[in-house]
């Protein structure tokens, strides 16, 4: 499925993901607020609570009522071995196929010659 025909709730779960990943949302640290990240991102709400909710079903966050949603200690660990596999399995396959079609050189891809 190509990053365009995505439904949005997976690609604000993909942001919310790389943010954790990242270190921007801290592990023990809360989620921004469904109305806030909403806003932030120009989404419906029902669409960030539907991204905020998979990640409660998958564990990485826990929800503190009348606080928030806090991310779980690991839960950084977990989306990146996560996000590893999706991509080996998934994208990578394509990327290489591209690479060999266009006859590009991985040396090529790390700047260690010129094009």
Known sequence: MSQSSRPVYLKLRDMIAAAIIEGRYAEGGMLPSVRAFASEQGANPLTVAKAYQQFQIDGLVEVQRGVGMRVVPGAADKLRRAERARFIDRE????????????????????????
């Open 92 to 115: 990578w396959p394509e990327i290489h196929a591209r690479i060999r079609r266009l006859g590009i050189d991985p040396a090529e891809l790390l700047g260690l010659t010129e094009h």
